[in-house]
């Protein structure tokens, strides 16, 4: 209770997005995860924040990034579930459909067609179309069973395929060949998919190269030459002010501070990569909400690169300058 009560504190359209995520992704306890995964990810944050000796500007990065960490990772957990549950159900919804219109053939009633159906091997699909079953065998109409699978999953396929249903039922029409030149569609529309994939595939390709190599290798370069220049000029004992050239301008060192520059390199490399994943996944699936999954990798691998190359770069040419 007192963790509900927590919950609703969170703003509305933020707690409603984490419902809507976590009923496709059938998570239940999703209050006690959300506020776990809030409180620990903020808290290590903090700590960090806190302890770690950096300059002030890099304690509020990490403290501000830290906490809208927090608020995003339930959503990312949530949402990535989801998607796992919408690939499994759309991956078998053909076979479903199929063995659903062979029952119908056989002679068997829509209910018991669609209880015969809901084998294990089908995973989530199966054990929805088995809940829909026993609430038409209960005495629901069927058409407002049929919702609940369009209700369970955010699979765009599934729901249409419930409105064709729904329609084919109400019209008195074949169900059975109507099943089977949905299996049809579905199966053409998933090999589309793959073709679009492998099509752009050098796009992808370019832009993970492009953002996993490319942003690290430059900004470590840049931040070494930042450095190493402020080194040289701090070590100057040059007088600036005496001299000039001609009296038309005059010498001065340059101000730059080399830590802002290392922070804002490391910003835009996370921010690159970000994008990137975001990117490469509306561009494959169709949707941004898988790039969830690649970009914590995409981030640390890009930071790990990025401070090798500079601690190559350091020792190599140190003994130069």
Do not use: C
């Not at 339930?74 to 499994?88: C, D, Q, S, V, W």
């Not at 840049?222 to 050239?245: E, M, R």
């Amino acid at each position: 209770m007192q963790k509900e009560t927590l919950f609703n504190l969170l703003p509305k359209k933020y707690r409603t997005l984490l419902e809507s995520e976590a009923q496709f992704a059938h998570i239940r306890n999703y209050i006690p995860i959300s506020l776990n995964v809030i409180t620990i990810i903020s808290a290590i944050s903090s700590l960090l924040a806190l302890f770690l000796h950096v300059s002030l500007i890099l304690k509020l990065v990490i403290l501000l990034g830290g906490i809208s960490l927090a608020f995003i990772m339930p959503y990312m957990i949530f949402t990535l579930t989801a998607e796992k549950r919408k690939t499994e159900t759309e991956q078998v919804l053909p076979d479903a459909l199929l063995l659903m219109s062979a029952n119908i053939k056989s002679g068997l009633t829509v209910d018991k067609a669609f209880l015969l159906s809901a084998r294990d091997e089908f995973g989530p699909l199966g054990l929805e179309i088995k809940a829909v079953a026993m609430e038409i065998f209960g005495g629901k109409p069927i058409s407002e069973a049929l919702l609940r699978l369009k209700k369970k999953t955010n699979s765009k396929i599934l729901g249409e395929i419930v409105a064709l249903i729904a329609d084919g039922i109400k019209s008195g029409g074949e169900l059975s060949k109507l099943l089977e030149s949905a299996a049809r569609d579905i199966r053409k529309t998933m090999l589309l998919k793959k073709e679009i994939a492998a099509n752009v595939r050098t796009y992808i390709i370019f832009i993970t190269m492009a953002a996993l190599v490319g942003s690290p290798l430059l900004f470590a370069i840049s931040t070494y030459l930042t450095s190493t220049t402020a080194q040289i000029w701090g070590s100057t004992a040059i007088d600036f002010s005496t001299v000039s050239a001609g009296g038309f301008f005059s010498f001065q060192k340059p101000h730059f501070n080399p830590e802002f520059f290392r922070i804002f390199s490391i910003l835009a490399i996370i921010i690159t990569n970000l994008s990137a994943s975001f990117i490469i996944s509306e561009i494959k699936y169709g949707t941004i909400k898988k790039g969830f999954k690649n970009a914590p990798i995409y981030v640390l691998l890009s930071l790990a690169i990025f401070f090798i190359v500079r601690f190559i770069i350091s020792r190599a040419l140190s003994t130069l300058i």
